[in-house]
């Protein structure tokens, strides 16, 4: 298993604020561990310590639309 850059690295208020936005953002829990460099668990684990809900709302990711035009060769 390959070891993500923060590995150990204590959470700064910065990253705490990253996670609220992304999590706000509906983004997906994996994507957030691959953007911030942690893993799933790991992002579990501090949005339980802080009271983040990392549950997907009712709505689409926040890219889903553009991510499908991408695959179909759109813009």
Request: charged share 35%; hydrophobic share 25%; no cysteine.
């Given at each position: 298993?390959?070891?993500?850059k ?24 994996g994507?957030?561990?691959?953007k ?13 310590d ?26």
């Amino acid at each position: 298993m390959k070891k993500r850059k923060n590995s150990g690295k204590r959470w700064t208020s910065a990253d705490i604020e990253k996670l609220i936005e992304l999590a706000k953002g509906n983004t997906p829990t994996g994507l957030i561990a691959y953007k911030m460099g942690r893993t799933k668990n790991a992002i579990n684990s501090k949005a339980q310590d802080e009271k983040i809900s990392l549950k997907p709302t009712n709505k689409s990711p926040y890219d889903r639309k553009y991510s499908n035009s991408k695959k179909r060769g759109r813009k």
